[in-house]
């Protein structure tokens, strides 16, 4: 899935973003839909700030075979 435009995306309050991941093995940073890059991390889904140790409702773990 392609990431969304930031005026379509979701905020913390709808997916119950937690900055720090309370659900283990969860967070952002082994997210399938994070997107690290040189400028910040971001989400297909979910509007910014993302921090790799966040999780939201959203969470699907990253398949290993991601290219």
């Known amino acids: 899935m392609a990431e969304l435009a930031a005026d ?11 900055r720090t991941s309370e659900h283990p093995g ?24 993302i921090y790799l140790n966040g999780w939201c409702v959203k969470f699907e773990r990253e398949k290993k075979d991601k290219k």
């Open 8 to 18: 379509k995306k979701l905020s913390h309050a709808e997916v119950k973003y937690e």
């Open 26 to 49: 969860e967070a952002c940073g082994n997210c399938e839909y994070v997107i690290e890059a040189l400028k910040g991390t971001r989400c297909q889904h979910v509007a910014s700030p």
